[in-house]
Nanobody, 112 residues
Framework: QVQLVESGGGLVQPGGSLRLSCAASESIFSIVNMGWYRQAPGKQREFVAVISSDGSTNYADSVKGRFTISRDNAKNTVYLQMNSLKPEDAAVYYC??????WGQGTQVTVSS
C-alpha cells in the first residue's frame, strides 16, 4: 500500500502564500503522475493540479497563474506552491497518485 503524507497547510491571510508537500512511499514515484485535489465544506472534491512523470503540468482554471505544482523525484515528493490565496481556496487539500492512493489531507484556511 502506497502511503502519501501531506504537510504544509495552515492559516494564511488573503493574498498570502503556502507551500504544500506530499511525500510518497512509492518506489516508482518518478514514473507516475501526481496530483492535488481539494475539498471545501459541503462541496465535492475538485481537481487542482497534476504533474506528469515528464514534468508537464495542468491546472484548474480557478488556480492558474497562482498555484504551481512541482516534484522532486529524488525525494519522492510533490509540492504545491500557492500564491495570492483567496478565501475561496480554503479547503482540505489532498494529494494522489492516480493509482488509487490518497493522502490524509492538509487543511488550508484563508482568512483575515
Amino acid at each position: 500500500q502506497v502511503q502519501l503524507v501531506e504537510s504544509g497547510g495552515g492559516l494564511v491571510q488573503p493574498g498570502g502564500s503556502l507551500r504544500l508537500s506530499c511525500a510518497a512511499s512509492e518506489s516508482i514515484f518518478s514514473i507516475v503522475n501526481m496530483g492535488w485535489y481539494r475539498q471545501a465544506p459541503g462541496k465535492q472534491r475538485e481537481f487542482v493540479a497534476v504533474i506528469s512523470s515528464d514534468g508537464s503540468t495542468n491546472y484548474a482554471d480557478s488556480v492558474k497563474g497562482r498555484f504551481t505544482i512541482s516534484r522532486d523525484n529524488a525525494k519522492n515528493t510533490v509540492y504545491l506552491q500557492m500564491n495570492s490565496l483567496k478565501p475561496e481556496d480554503a479547503a482540505v487539500y489532498y494529494c494522489c497518485n492516480f493509482r488509487g492512493s490518497w493522502g490524509q489531507g492538509t487543511q488550508v484556511t484563508v482568512s483575515s
